[in-house]
């Protein structure tokens, strides 16, 4: 083999098919384990597939095809609020570092023939690769549990775990009082602690009626998400990016584009804050004051099902009401429009 071909197979093991096994993996391990911590996984991403459960069951949605493992995992809402806590969910982290060692030690063990020859052809290139791979891979996974706990919680995100604590114990958005990150006195936040950070600090603004506060927030967000993919977890910001774009700053282009990059997901998500979402883009954006009365009829509909926080429920609620009431005063509606032609 020349030494093109010998760099192309040991990439190919140790970065694709690796990374694809250990994401494998540590899905695996959360679908399983998972529950025994009080929580689930709520979405599945993969290859332009992305699988959502709604109401216990299970929807398909498609997005950008991309080759990147991706899931979410979230306090399970059905049970008691009293049944989530921080060291459940550490946990549960620890238990997938641990399988993805595992893994990495079976596959070592399984081909530990394949070490031991000197020369090695391009299949067992190929294997050994992949089995360094998930070794690494496994390393690295440890180096975020390590950095998370000893690290970024004593930074803006464990500020952001602390505020998400309080809204499961029952607080309002309202009485979190939330600052600009600026004005939050930690140094250097990455984009990350500010994207989650954004997810909750939009909430509070749009409690507190300070729409005005939402402008700086939205345009560093909007900038930050602008130079990369679409992300699973990114879809709470890119759904008050279409809110902010569509209420406080109109802008057809940039709702459009968010929408696009989102796919199927939003038009498939049967809960009260896409429903919301969706209903604003069609009063604000389209005009297409039917269609925008279906969202938030559909919106409180989904309100009824008591998924999400009681505090996430209140909000909802809280905007889904201001639209309607304006929705009363329109006489004389247009022709509905589908989300698929906008």
């Known amino acids: 083999m020349s030494i093109l071909e010998k760099?192309?197979?040991c990439a190919t093991g140790f970065l694709l098919i690796a990374v694809l096994a250990t994401e494998l993996v540590g899905l695996a391990a959360n679908l399983i384990f998972a529950p025994f911590f009080g929580m689930r996984v709520t979405t599945i991403s993969f290859f332009g597939l992305e699988f959502t459960i709604s109401d216990n069951k299970w929807t398909k949605t498609f997005h950008k095809l991309s080759p990147i493992i991706q899931y979410d995992v979230r306090f399970d809402s059905r049970k008691p609020v009293e049944s989530f806590s921080d060291k459940k969910a550490d946990m549960l982290q620890l238990v997938t570092v641990i399988a993805k060692f595992t893994a990495a030690g079976l596959i070592c063990l399984l081909f530990r023939g394949v070490f031991a020859k000197g020369a090695l052809n391009m299949l067992n290139l190929l294997i050994v690769s992949f089995a360094?791979?998930?070794?690494?891979?496994a390393l690295f996974s440890l180096g975020i549990y390590l950095y998370t706990n000893l690290v970024l919680m004593k930074r803006l995100g464990g500020y952001i775990n602390t505020l998400l604590k309080r809204l499961r114990q029952g607080e309002s958005f309202a009485s979190l009082d939330m600052k600009p990150v600026e004005e939050l006195g930690y140094k250097n936040p990455t984009k990350t602690e500010r994207l989650l950070y954004y997810q909750i600090y939009m909430g509070y603004l749009a409690a507190v009626g300070n729409y005005d506060g939402m402008r700086g927030p939205s345009h560093q967000a909007m900038n930050f998400l602008m130079d990369r993919e679409y992300f699973v977890q990114d879809t709470g910001s890119y759904y008050w990016l279409i809110f902010f774009f569509s209420e406080i700053e109109p802008n057809i282009s940039l709702t459009d584009m968010l929408l696009k990059?989102?796919?199927d997901?939003?038009?498939s998500d049967k809960d009260a804050n896409a429903k919301r979402v969706l209903a604003y883009y069609f009063f604000n954006i389209r005009r297409d004051f039917i269609s925008a009365q279906q969202m938030v009829d559909a919106g409180f509909k989904a309100?009824?099902?008591n998924s999400g926080l009681a505090t996430e429920r209140e909000l909802e609620r809280q905007l889904l009401n201001d639209l309607n009431e304006r929705l009363q005063l329109i006489n004389q509606p247009v022709s509905p429009s589908l989300l698929s032609q906008s």
Do not use: N
């Open 7 to 9: 760099i192309s197979v």
């Open 303 to 305: 309100l009824d099902s």
């Open 132 to 137: 360094a791979g998930m070794v690494f891979h």
């Open 265 to 267: 997901v939003i038009k």
């Open 261 to 263: 990059r989102l796919g």
